[in-house]
Nanobody
Framework: QVQLVESEGGLVQAGGSLRVSCAAS????????MGWFRQAPGKEREFVAG????????RYADSVKGRFTISRDNTEKIVSLQMTSLKPEDTAVYYC????????????????????WGQGTQVTVSS
């Protein structure tokens, strides 16, 4: 399994942008699909964005579609989430996650498909 460490999040005003990244260690990163999830206070964890092993296929939650972009660099073992037009409702702890290193693993929004999780990073959007 890969080990995942998210970059520091931050505080941003509504309408602003923020990029969070997740650095992975382990030889199997390039074979894992990756995802970003978030959890706001008092709410359940929810899927935000996912990307397949090659980076060709992506999927987004309806709430972030058109505003967030997920990408990955398999050479550097990094997956990033670029967030634009941020809203106060985007405030949450953001987690990156990796699936099992199964060749051809497609994009998945199911939390149960992910076996490795980062420690989370706080993103706060002020109104």
């Amino acid at each position: 399994q890969v080990q995942l460490v998210e970059s520091e999040g931050g505080l941003v005003q509504a309408g602003g942008s923020l990029r969070v990244s997740c650095a992975a260690s382990g030889a199997t990163f390039s074979m894992s699909a990756m995802g970003w999830f978030r959890q706001a206070p008092g709410k359940e964890r929810e899927f935000v964005a996912g990307i397949n092993w090659s980076g060709i296929n992506t999927r987004y939650a309806d709430s972030v579609k058109g505003r967030f972009t997920i990408s990955r660099d398999n050479t550097e073992k990094i997956v990033s989430l670029q967030m634009t037009s941020l809203k106060p409702e985007d405030t949450a702890v953001y987690y990156c996650a990796a699936t099992s290193p199964k060749p051809g693993f497609g994009v998945t929004s199911l939390g149960s498909d992910y076996v490795s999780w980062g420690q989370g990073t706080q993103v706060t959007v002020s109104s």
